[in-house]
């Protein structure tokens, strides 16, 4: 049986990613590359009274999905990561240094346009309904004139291929 390394977070950008080289760049081979951190809140109960916690992680995300996501990851923008940890070990002045990050394999952007407070015009795309009746707001176009039950219709050829 194998082991299982699997990660779901959700939490909110400390930092915009910008085009600071630490943040996002490329690799040798042409890859892309992005690194966050997210704030996670989390509630305990400490005696009778429940005590905000905050944990900070740092992620990676690689490839197409870092340069596709890049002008969306802005300060407060809440993230949805999934991934796995990856440990990355050294020696410094003799020491042995470790760090555990984040390896996203998929993200999705959470929240609103607005959700983060800022007055940029960046974020997600924003998907407007179509409304021509503006007493029903469904959100559906009113141009759809279905064809009565029965009808054979007009838009399949009598002689069918298979």
């Not at 429940?50 to 993230?79: C, H, M, R, S």
């Not at 141009?143 to 039950?149: D, K, L």
Request: overall charge negative; charged content about 20%; aromatic content about 8%.
């Amino acid at each position: 049986m194998t082991d299982l390394n699997h990660v779901v977070l959700i939490g909110r950008l400390t930092q915009d990613l910008g085009s600071d080289e630490r943040n996002f760049g490329y690799v040798g081979n042409g890859q892309a590359r992005a690194n966050v951190s997210i704030a996670v809140n989390r509630s305990r109960k400490n005696g009778d009274q429940w005590v905000d916690e905050v944990n900070y992680f740092n992620v990676t995300i690689w490839g197409k999905t870092a340069e596709n996501l890049k002008p969306y990851l802005t300060k407060g923008k809440q993230i949805c990561v999934e991934g796995h940890l990856k440990q990355d070990r050294w020696e410094k002045d003799g020491q042995k240094q470790s760090k555990v990050t984040i390896v996203a394999d998929n993200v999705q952007l959470l929240g609103g346009r607005g959700d983060n407070n800022s007055q940029s015009t960046g974020g997600a795309p924003k998907f407007q309904a179509i409304n021509n009746n503006a007493n029903q707001n469904t959100g559906f176009s009113n141009n759809y004139q279905s064809e009565p039950y029965g009808d054979t219709g007009s838009d399949f050829p009598e002689d069918i291929p298979f």
